[in-house]
């Protein structure tokens, strides 16, 4: 097997249509839990189906937590 075939670093999931979803969490300045969202919904077609979307979900409640935290201070 060749290389790209292998690429765990940067597999077909994340490169699905124009723009590979690492360069778009990276131009938007994303941070951690919405980088992480953005990454999730993104594969959740093309890899994990649901589970992907639950992850989504996971770090979207951690993101609203913070931000109701931020609005609260």
Same mark, same amino acid.
């Given at each position: *097997? %060749?290389? $790209? @075939?292998? !690429? &765990?670093?940067?597999? &077909?999931?994340?490169?699905?249509?124009?723009?590979? $979803?690492? !360069?778009?969490?990276? !131009?938007? @300045?994303? !941070?951690?839990?919405?980088?992480?969202?953005?990454?999730? $919904?993104?594969?959740?077609?093309? #890899?994990?189906?649901?589970?992907?979307?639950? #992850?989504? %979900?996971?770090?979207?409640?951690?993101?609203?937590?913070? @931000?109701?935290? *931020?609005?609260? $201070?």
């Amino acid at each position: *097997m %060749s290389w $790209v @075939e292998e !690429d &765990n670093i940067n597999p &077909n999931h994340y490169k699905q249509g124009n723009i590979e $979803v690492i !360069d778009y969490i990276l !131009d938007q @300045e994303f !941070d951690y839990l919405e980088g992480n969202i953005i990454k999730y $919904v993104s594969r959740y077609k093309f #890899k994990n189906g649901v589970e992907d979307l639950n #992850k989504a %979900s996971w770090y979207l409640g951690k993101l609203i937590e913070r @931000e109701n935290q *931020m609005e609260n $201070v």
